[in-house]
């Protein structure tokens, strides 16, 4: 169960990851959002005035701290679960924030607040199997 368990976290983490570091990439380079299609006009609502900011924050919270989390998944560190619901707790309140300051959703944004609901779960769940086994 606990393999199982560490297997799709790592899924997880790295379709988020990846994603974070293509698109955090991405904005920062092309702060205007053309590389991504995206529309400065998304940014009305926010304290942005392009996808700089916000771009930095994603490679940063999602990619670097999402690869870490992996890494530790593989390595199975001491404190992996609580970086599993540490980035699952990040990935869900980024969502929430992006769609507040967009004021509009798309599918993706329930797919990814789902994952990052789903991590903190496992995370849970895996923390409670470590415990009992030690």
């Known amino acids: 169960m606990k393999q199982f368990l560490r297997l799709v976290t790592a899924a997880l983490l790295l379709f988020n990851a990846g994603g974070a570091v293509y698109g955090g990439l991405n904005l920062v380079m092309f ?10 006009g998304l940014l009305r609502h926010s304290m942005f005035s392009d996808y700089f900011i916000p771009g930095l924050l994603l490679l940063l919270s999602n990619g670097v701290l999402g690869l870490w989390t992996l890494v530790t998944v593989l390595l199975r560190t ?8 540490l980035q699952g707790g990040i990935l869900f309140s980024w969502i929430i924030i992006q ?3 967009i004021q509009t959703t798309s599918f993706f944004h329930y ?3 789902s994952i990052g609901l789903l991590l903190v779960l ?4 895996l923390n409670k199997l470590e415990a009992s086994h030690e």
């Open 99 to 101: 769609v507040l300051m």
């Open 31 to 40: 702060p205007d959002g053309s590389r991504l299609h995206l529309s400065p």
């Open 122 to 125: 496992i995370g849970y769940i």
């Open 78 to 85: 001491k404190l992996y679960c609580r970086f599993v619901i």
């Open 111 to 113: 797919i990814l607040a």
